[in-house]
């Protein structure tokens, strides 16, 4: 139960429940638009194990196992004056792949990967994981963004043309 819990949780970060948006309609013609949600958490440095630990195992598989998610990518902060963040950018494909459950290979996941129960080994640091993952969570930001695929470049291509495409078909 607990580990089902975690999971709506760990989804409900990456959904960003306060933030109803709607995507950019695309045209047919093009490639479309992407949903990017971008969740930042501010953790001290000193206070970063215990969090860490709890997410990597509790909360990010939930992003890297969903069927939905495109991309994902887990940031430290490499230089500049907020050295305790720590950052989440998810791409999705549209707003249904933002809001959508995992489904089955969440939940192998987390029934091959039980959460320790009072007794068990490991179950005082699950918990002193869980308690910084619970009170740094609650100090985390969530922004949304649409994502114009002609503009984009993946695998060091653009996507779409490059420059603002011209309407009228003329060179000139």
Request: charged letters at 20%.
């Amino acid at each position: 139960m607990k580990s089902k819990v975690l999971l709506a949780v760990g989804m409900g970060m990456l959904v960003g429940w306060t933030m109803p948006q709607q995507a950019v309609a695309q045209d047919g013609d093009g490639p479309g638009t992407h949903v990017i949600s971008v969740t930042t958490w501010t953790v001290p440095y000193g206070q970063r194990g215990p969090f860490f630990d709890f997410f990597m195992n509790r909360v990010w598989p939930a992003t890297q196992l969903n069927p939905h998610v495109i991309n994902a990518r887990l940031m430290g902060h490499l230089h500049g004056s907020r050295g305790d963040q720590i950052v989440a950018i998810v791409e999705y494909a549209d707003m249904e792949g933002l809001g959508a459950a995992c489904g089955q290979p969440c939940t192998d996941y987390f029934d091959a990967n039980p959460a320790p129960e009072e007794g068990d080994e490991g179950y005082e640091e699950f918990e002193e994981g869980r308690a910084s993952f619970q009170r740094w969570y609650s100090r985390h930001s969530d922004e949304i963004y649409n994502v114009p695929m002609n503009s984009a470049v993946s695998d060091g291509e653009p996507v779409g043309d490059v420059g603002t495409p011209d309407d009228d078909g003329d060179d000139d």
